[in-house]
């Protein structure tokens, strides 16, 4: 009886993640098809079978912007699915993201103080090209990793997640705070400098810069893969957790330090992609109805990929002229989504025992 | 062999340089194959030692030891090998189904991303077909009643394969049925050579079921003993504080209030028990010698009442009660 539900649950989780790979190769090819300059598809297929396309040009974008740019995305949208996910096991909250700890916010403060400060100090508007893509990249990661410090601090001496959570509610706050009395006393110029970095942007991405970005988020991604047995401990509650021999401090501070890895990596590359990480991993338990970690992380990383891929594709659709910012995109697609699953499937609540 | 034994153990919560200590020295041994039933009053400190013994709170004086290894020198991964807990709080996530659940019970076992061997699957399917859980093994949580899910509670324990499993009130949701197919169960488990606590409020699983009792009190020392011994010695009594409410040991009942009319009762076994019981709700004092009032049962459907040589008859105790004006 059991070998067959264990062969039927295989062969079903089989059948989905294949059917998320069709899904993921045909957003792939969807992605990098769209664009300002029309590239039929035959030679989108040409060129990804290693052959010529009928224009140089055209080589040279899909080399130098497409691809780059579809690789961030799928990089972004299994980094902020899983570390969505991994917060609100931890934490038990539907509502905790990738950002909740207030990684996004140090990010922030830490862009904040390059563009503002820097124009006392020579002017940030004055460097250009990647002298001011990697000084962006390098402060929001300093921003983040101290946030993550503090928060990694915190963990090892407190007891209970929910105080965590807090404190992390209220690093959050209080940087937001300083960065806006950074604007307060900043020019138009700069302020407009921070509110683009606040909209995320995927296209940003040289393969310089994804040679640091793919291999960290890589390891990250691995790292959750093994983080799943805990997770599904925990799902238990922490009692039970440890009961089955689980060391809850070191696992919430690896729990953490990947979570922070993986969503400050993509913060400090892309700006804070708000949103994903939250709906992300309610929009994968609900239309697979699982909440088994051993078999969403993988599910969600490539499920994460999929779909923000096609939001990117959406978001530079012929006819809208220019590129919208990703982070209209995801939310304004996203949360129709959610919501219309959420009336349908009835089934979110039973994740958080309500 | 002893499995567990605690030395001189106090137990309670700490409170910075402060400790709130529920019960103190306590010395138990808890012997292979032995069922040991932990009662006493709510707030005596029940979870609390079942906390501490599962090294979830840490001791405030003396020492936990697993076989001759003392508890603070156990790994959590070691005593997960060791000891197994059903505690009374749910899981936070009911999106699973039991094998999924049962699954997370082998984690001491399996590999690092959680691969369950052959060897996981044949525990997992035994620990299903002895809580007589199959027909429901592949549901969600959700969709099951509070006792099957305490049951699901109860077989992942056993899949933990421990030798030592602590159950904190695994009756409290069952009904009759189940609680007895669980007793049984734990009986079984028990003559396999693995020992078994139980904190409860059941008097029926406690007798019927244990070895032995450990009794807590407020203010005084833990009481240990084989239940019939405590129960003909009171202590079982004067622990749960029955006494006040006329608790009677033998047919398991209160006597609420005792404030009507004496009666004598007479007749055939069953029937009179049952019209006893009927009285003595209703406040009659049951007496043994002559009274004014008389019901003598002759059978279910013949009940005679005699109350000053008047004869009066009722075909069912409801009748018998309205009769005797009680209703």
């Known amino acids: ?354 | 062999m002893s499995l567990l034994n605690t030395k001189s153990l106090s137990i309670g919560y700490r409170k910075g340089s402060e400790s709130r200590i529920l019960q103190k020295d306590i010395n138990l041994l808890l012997n292979e194959g032995e069922i040991v039933s932990l009662m006493g009053q709510n707030g005596v400190g029940k979870t609390t030692f079942i906390k501490t013994l599962a090294g979830l709170l840490e001791p405030i004086n003396g020492s936990v030891h697993y076989g001759d290894k003392d508890l603070k020198e156990i790994t959590p991964s070691e005593l997960a090998r060791k000891m197994s807990l059903v505690l009374t709080e749910k899981p936070f996530n009911f999106n699973i189904t039991p094998i999924e659940l049962i699954s997370i019970s082998r984690h001491p076992y399996s590999n690092w991303i959680g691969v369950l061997s052959q060897q996981d699957k044949r525990i997992i399917e035994w620990a299903l077909e002895e809580t007589h859980l199959n027909y429901i093994a592949n549901r969600k949580l959700y969709e099951l009643s509070d006792g099957q899910l305490q049951k699901v509670m109860i077989a992942r324990a056993l899949a933990q394969e421990t030798d030592l499993i602590i159950l904190d009130e695994p009756a409290a949701h069952l009904d009759l049925n189940n609680k007895i197919e669980v007793m049984l169960l734990l009986k079984k488990i028990a003559r396999q050579g693995k020992s078994i606590l139980i904190s409860t409020h059941d008097l029926q699983v406690s007798t019927q079921l244990s070895d032995r009792l450990l009794l807590f009190n407020f203010n005084e020392e833990a009481k240990e003993g084989v239940p019939e011994d405590l129960i003909l010695n009171g202590t079982i009594q004067k622990s749960l504080y029955l006494d006040q409410y006329g608790y009677d040991m033998i047919s398991g009942t209160i006597n609420i209030d005792q404030s009507g009319k004496t009666v004598k009762i007479s007749g055939t076994s069953e029937v009179k028990f049952w019209v006893t019981m009927a009285l003595k709700r209703k406040g009659f004092v049951i007496s043994e010698k002559k009274a004014l009032l008389e019901v003598i049962c002759k059978g279910m459907n013949d009940l005679e009442v005699v109350e000053g040589g008047e004869k009066n008859t009722a075909e069912s105790i409801a009748e018998l009660l309205f009769k005797l004006n009680t209703h």
Not at chain 1, 69 to 86: D, E, H, M, P, Y
Not at chain 1, 190 to 217: D, H, M
Not at chain 1, 256 to 278: E, H, K, Q, R, Y
């Open chain 1, 1 to 354: 009886m059991i070998h067959q539900y264990f062969e039927e649950s295989r062969s079903k989780w089989v059948k989905i993640l294949v059917g998320i790979s069709i899904a993921f190769i045909l957003c792939f090819i969807l992605n990098i098809s769209l664009g300002s300059v029309l590239i039929p598809i035959q030679d989108i297929f040409s060129f990804l079978t290693g052959g010529e396309t009928s224009k140089e040009s055209w080589s040279l974008i899909l080399s130098n912007f497409r691809i780059p740019k579809a690789l961030t995305a799928i990089f972004v949208g299994s980094a902020l699915g899983i570390s969505g996910l991994q917060m609100q096991t931890l934490f038990r909250n539907p509502l905790a993201g990738p950002y909740i700890l207030g990684i996004s916010s140090g990010a922030g403060l830490g862009v904040a103080l390059v563009i503002f400060l820097g124009f006392y100090f020579g002017g940030f508007l004055s460097i250009t090209g990647i002298g001011r893509s990697w000084l962006l990249v390098v402060s929001a990661g300093l921003g983040s990793f101290l946030v993550l410090l503090v928060i990694a601090v915190v963990a090892a001496r407190i007891k209970d997640s929910v105080s965590l959570l807090i404190i992390g509610l209220m690093f959050g706050t209080a940087s937001g705070a300083l960065v806006s009395i950074l604007q307060f006393f900043s020019q138009a110029e700069n302020i407009q400098a921070y509110v683009l970095w606040s909209f995320g942007n995927l296209g940003s991405l040289s393969w310089k810069e994804l040679g640091v970005f793919i291999p960290v988020l890589t390891i990250g991604l691995i790292a959750s893969v093994m983080l799943s047995k805990h997770l599904n401990a925990l799902l238990l509650g922490e009692n039970y957790a440890r009961s089955l021999g689980l060391n809850i401090r070191k696992t919430r501070l690896l729990i953490i330090v990947n979570t922070s890895i993986l969503a400050g990596t993509v913060t400090a590359f892309c700006g804070p992609i708000a949103f994903f990480g939250v709906a992300m991993p309610h929009l994968t338990r609900m239309l697979f109805n699982t909440s088994n970690h051993l078999l969403l992380t993988p599910v969600l990383i490539l499920f994460g990929a999929t779909l923000m891929l096609l939001f990117d594709s959406i978001s530079q659709l012929p006819g809208f002229g220019a590129t919208l910012p990703i982070n209209a995109v995801t939310s304004l697609i996203g949360a129709p989504f959610v919501i219309y699953l959420l009336i349908r499937k009835k089934n979110l609540g039973y994740s958080f025992n309500a």
